[in-house]
């Protein structure tokens, strides 16, 4: 049975709520700082909104409010001795350092992404079903792709071969590799550079992300050992591989179980499965806190419709955890889960064979 609230827990509840809000608005914000390019501006020294928006061709009163807000927030320092602010050292690699290991610029473009679906999204909580890949526009799909860069850019040489060394030197020694949602292509290119006796081939379901594939495997110059499709790999692949990789893909998959059938008819003897997935609990209490509200926020907008969309399993984002992962692989054909040793508080990477 429910106890009533006093009135001091329903007013501390209150400042929690103003408190998330707040925290909504200055993303929303730091979004708009991010497409300014108004974060690098403010690493190169304390300023006046007159400064900020001359170096950064706004206007002035805009930028006013904006360092205001910001201040506020506590992501920029103020001193009223000078009328200047700051962006503190400590807070670059998150708002400024593109690119970076933990930037969050690609994140908050995402996040304005998922905003757009949000009337698709409540027919769907009302009548079942889900909302497609081709609704979300291209806010979602740029910073998504800016936000896995932080993995495939400072991890996926740096650690994560280093830690599967079978892995490592099969690519070394040259070998067939599949992307299983490739995206846009970023963790191919970066293989294909690195590993240049190896062939390379993405598959897709999103048409726009192909397109972005290749012509950055063109402007990388490695189009000659690299090739994006478009493909269902659920339905099958066409050809065999010493190395499947799925970075982030099989928790959204509409049908996992199939896709990671296929995944298993598709390697060659000794061949290696690379998934990276999402480092949650089946235990609902063991994800609570701001990284579980993160991975069930992006679930209920992103993960779990897409697949109801082309009524799939749903698994959402917490749903490929390690036990599933486990269970799955083994029913698939399996014999062998291997989670890899990482520093990563939003994925686990599994070879799996």
């Known amino acids: 049975m429910t106890t009533l609230q006093t009135p001091a827990e329903a007013e501390e509840f209150v400042g929690k709520v103003l408190t998330d809000s707040s925290a909504w608005l200055a993303t929303t914000l730091a979004m708009i700082g991010d497409r300014l390019g108004l974060w690098e501006k403010l690493c190169d020294e304390p300023v006046t909104s007159v400064e900020l928006a001359?170096?950064?061709?706004?206007?002035?009163?805009?930028?006013?409010?904006?360092?205001?807000?910001?201040?506020?927030?506590?992501?920029?320092?103020?001193?009223?001795?000078?009328?200047?602010?700051?962006?503190?050292?400590?807070?670059?690699?998150?708002?400024?350092?593109?690119?970076?290991?933990?930037?969050?610029?690609?994140?908050?473009?995402?996040?304005?992404?998922?905003?757009?679906?949000?009337?698709?999204?409540?027919?769907?909580?009302?009548?079942?079903?889900?909302?497609?890949?081709?609704?979300?526009?291209?806010?979602?799909?740029?910073?998504?792709?800016?936000?896995?860069?932080?993995?495939?850019?400072?991890?996926?040489?740096?650690?994560?071969?280093?830690?599967?060394?079978?892995?490592?030197?099969?690519?070394?020694?040259?070998?067939?590799?599949?992307?299983?949602?490739?995206?846009?292509?970023?963790?191919l290119v970066r293989l294909a550079r690195a590993f240049p006796a190896s062939h390379y081939v993405g598959y897709d379901l999103y048409e726009p992300s192909l397109e972005a594939a290749r012509a950055h495997a063109a402007e990388s110059l490695v189009d000659d050992r690299v090739r994006f499709e478009r493909l269902d790999a659920s339905a099958g692949l066409p050809n065999s591989y010493d190395l499947i990789t799925a970075f982030d893909v099989v928790h959204d998959a509409v049908n996992p179980r199939g896709l990671l059938q296929r995944i298993r008819q598709a390697l060659k003897p000794n061949g290696r499965f690379v998934c990276l997935d999402i480092n949650s609990s089946p235990h609902l209490t063991e994800n609570a806190g701001p990284v579980g509200t993160f991975l069930y926020g992006f679930s209920v907008l992103f993960c779990m419709p897409v697949s109801l969309a082309d009524h799939g399993e749903g698994l959402g984002t917490c749903g490929f955890n390690e036990p599933a992962a486990r269970e799955l692989s083994a029913e698939a054909g399996f014999t062998e889960v291997r989670i890899v040793p990482q520093d990563d508080p939003f994925h686990t990477l599994y070879e799996i064979r």
């Open 54 to 187: 001359e170096r950064s061709g706004i206007n002035e009163r805009y930028a006013r409010e904006w360092l205001a807000a910001m201040s506020a927030h506590g992501y920029l320092t103020y001193d009223p001795a000078t009328a200047r602010f700051e962006l503190p050292v400590a807070h670059r690699p998150a708002l400024a350092e593109q690119g970076g290991p933990m930037f969050f610029g690609g994140v908050h473009q995402e996040m304005l992404g998922l905003v757009t679906v949000i009337d698709q999204l409540i027919d769907a909580f009302r009548n079942g079903g889900g909302v497609p890949l081709s609704a979300y526009g291209p806010n979602f799909w740029q910073g998504l792709t800016r936000f896995t860069a932080g993995g495939f850019d400072h991890q996926l040489l740096q650690h994560w071969l280093p830690a599967m060394p079978d892995v490592e030197a099969a690519l070394e020694r040259g070998c067939a590799v599949a992307d299983i949602g490739c995206g846009q292509g970023r963790a």
